[in-house]
Nanobody, 120 residues
Framework: VQLQASGGGLVQAGGSLRLSCEAS????????LGWFRQAPGKEREFVAS????????TYSNSVKGRFTISRDNAKNTVYLQMNSLKPEDTAVYYC??????????????WGQGTLVTVSS
């Protein structure tokens, strides 16, 4: 499956952004999806995941309550709504996918990344 992320940009602290990721190449509903991020000088970290049906979501503690992941299987798209953004959310955000019900800790498929910069 190919993943194309978009929606990154520059936003002030406290603001919002919505990332989108469109998938192509396989049956979208057969895949669990998610987002990872990598801040400058840091390792990639898990942000959020959603199972194949969209009924179960998980979040890292650092974004829980501020970010919401969702998917539209009819549009082959997964979203990440980011509210109350903080400067520490600045990172390149990657859309990821795994075939099956749940996202693994090492997803098999990665998009190209979209940069989110939060200014203080």
């Amino acid at each position: 499956v190919q993943l194309q992320a978009s929606g990154g940009g520059l936003v002030q602290a406290g603001g919002s952004l919505r990332l989108s990721c469109e998938a192509s190449g396989r049956t979208f509903s057969n895949y669990a999806l998610g987002w990872f991020r990598q801040a400058p000088g840091k390792e990639r970290e898990f942000v959020a995941s959603i199972n194949w049906s969209g009924g179960v979501t998980t979040y890292s503690n650092s974004v829980k309550g501020r970010f919401t992941i969702s998917r539209d299987n009819a549009k082959n798209t997964v979203y990440l709504q980011m509210n109350s953004l903080k400067p520490e959310d600045t990172a390149v955000y990657y859309c990821v996918a795994d075939r099956g019900t749940w996202l693994t800790r090492a997803p098999a498929y990665w998009g190209q990344g979209t940069l989110v910069t939060v200014s203080s």
